[in-house]
C-alpha cells in the first residue's frame, strides 16, 4: 500500500552509462515531479507534470528527460551520465491544487 | 526573488523540551504555502505541517505548531516535548504560484537523552 514508490532505490553506474529511475503513486493524484538532493541536503525541483503534461522544467540539462506514460507514473531517463549527476532523486505527487506533497522513498544514484 | 531561508545548520534539544526551527522565506506572490518536511537518517522525506498564507490561525498537528508571522515573513517549527526520534534533518519548504517546492537548506535536530 505504498503511496509514491520508485525503483531501484540504489543505482551505481559508470559515466556515459544510460540510466532510468521509475515512479508510480497510488493516491490518485494529478501531479507528479521530480526533485533532485545534492550531497548537501539540498533539494532542488527538476520537472512537474500535470496529467501527463509537462508543466515544470527547471534549467536541468537535456540530458534529462522526463516521461509521463499515464498520470500514475513519472519516470526519469538520463542520457550520459556525468559525475555531478550523482545525487539522490525524489519522485512526489500531489493534488493539483493540493497542499502536501508526497515524496517516494528516493533513489540514491552514484555515477563511478 | 523566491528564497527560504534556514539559518541554524543544527540544533541540539534534551528529551520533553521543546524546541523552535527558524524559517524565513521571501515572495512577492500574494498567496503561496509553507511547509516542513522531516528526513530521518534512512533518507525518506515525510511531510509535517503547512500553513496557507491566508490562513488565519497558525497550523499544529500533534506536537508540531508552526508558528507564522506574515509580516516578518517567519514560518518556524515549533516542536513540543522533544522525543529521541526527532532527531531528523527539517526542511522549511515554500509553494508560491505556479506548484513547485522551494526548499531550504534545512536544519539538522539532535535530540539528546
Known amino acids: 500500500d505504498t503511496a509514491v514508490s520508485q525503483t531501484p532505490k540504489y543505482l551505481v553506474t559508470q559515466m556515459g552509462n544510460d540510466k532510468s529511475i521509475k515512479c508510480e503513486q497510488n493516491l490518485g493524484h494529478d501531479t507528479m515531479y521530480w526533485y533532485k538532493q545534492d550531497s548537501k541536503k539540498f533539494l532542488k525541483i527538476m520537472f512537474s507534470y500535470n496529467n501527463k503534461e509537462l508543466i515544470i522544467n527547471e534549467t536541468v540539462p537535456n540530458r534529462f528527460s522526463p516521461k509521463s506514460p499515464d498520470k500514475a507514473h513519472l519516470n526519469l531517463h538520463i542520457n550520459s551520465l556525468e559525475l555531478g549527476d550523482s545525487a539522490v532523486y525524489f519522485c512526489a505527487s500531489s493534488q493539483r491544487q493540493g497542499h502536501e506533497q508526497y515524496f517516494g522513498p528516493g533513489t540514491r544514484l552514484t555515477v563511478t | 526573488a523566491q528564497k527560504i531561508t534556514q539559518t541554524q545548520p543544527g540544533m541540539f534539544v534534551q528529551e520533553k523540551e521543546a524546541v523552535t526551527l527558524d524559517c524565513t522565506y521571501d515572495?512577492?506572490?500574494?498567496?503561496?504555502?509553507l511547509f516542513w518536511y522531516k528526513q530521518p537518517s534512512s533518507g525518506e522525506m515525510i511531510f509535517l505541517i503547512y500553513q496557507g498564507s491566508y490562513d488565519q490561525q497558525n497550523a499544529t498537528e500533534g506536537r508540531y505548531s508552526l508558528n507564522f508571522q506574515k509580516a516578518r515573513k517567519s514560518a518556524n517549527l515549533v516542536i513540543s516535548a522533544s522525543q529521541l526520534g526527532d532527531s531528523a534533518m527539517y526542511f522549511c519548504?515554500?509553494?508560491?504560484?505556479?506548484?513547485?517546492?522551494?526548499f531550504g537548506t534545512g536544519t539538522r535536530l539532535q535530540v539528546f537523552p
Open positions: 519548504a515554500m509553494r508560491p504560484l505556479g506548484d513547485k517546492l522551494i
Open positions: 515572495t512577492s506572490d500574494p498567496s503561496y504555502g
